[in-house]
């Protein structure tokens, strides 16, 4: 009886450590999956931030911005000398270079003999730059700067860059929170709030632009709104959060996320949170975040404000 007795105990034993060991077993495959998607989320974020800094550094990016001028009606004088009504960089170009007319909403320009102005591989004396809104205006180039025409609300902007730029030359990053998975949150689209947004620009227009819809999501089990704008396959938020107090920029942030997938589904990964053109440069004409889309609580991740 006694080795019945040994052998039962032996067994159950056998069976307890068995259980035991595939208990553990399952758990550490669980925790090295985890770890897993977790280094492959923080090295998606890291090369978002990568190619984030690279496409600012690319010719059409905001670091080289090196002036914004308003057109008077009729004509507009450049160049480096401070008498003409847009004046360029010191250095960077002539004197005098020619003038631009704005006349009937279509700008022209006329460059001064002698000042080799080019247009890709074109060179231009006089060329009508912008024509309307559909149409994309003329770059003109002069050495290494860059400069086109923008209309904002009913104004038209000259927009130089300069290749040069010692913004350009001295940028080094962009501080971020630490990546959070937990900020990879789950959202639905609200599609019966479509309709057009009023979004103010830094310049005080006032455009209305296209709606996707409201985006509705929780944190902490507290339920928030935000509208978004349609922008062709994504969607493009204009926020605002706690964070912009003192650690985030002043105005608020953008988030690009994807249109809903095949369950209805948004993922507004905060993470990809970026700071607006304005956070680099004075001149951009960066929207500003509708007051609907202004959070009462603290987004503690994506970009942190850039200097002071």
Known sequence: MRFFINLFNTSFSLKKNFS???????????????NSLQQQYISEIKTFQQKRIANLKKETGWLNLAGLFLLQEGENTFGASVKNKLVFPKGKCPSFMGKLVLNNKQVSVEIKNGVAVWNDKKKISKAIIYKNEEEEPLVLNYKSLRWFVIKRGNDFYVRLRDLESNNLKTFKEIPTYPIDMNWKIEATLDTTTKNKIEVNDVLGNTNLEESAGTLVFTINGITYRLDALDEGDNLFVIFADTTNETETYYTGRFLIASKPDANGKVYLDFNKATNPPCAFTDFATCPLPP?????????????????K
């Open 20 to 34: 035991l060991y595939s208990l553990m077993f399952v758990m550490m495959l669980s925790f090295s999956q985890t």
């Open 291 to 307: 007051k609907q889309n202004i959070l009462s609580v603290s987004i503690t991740a994506g970009e942190k404000r850039v200097g």
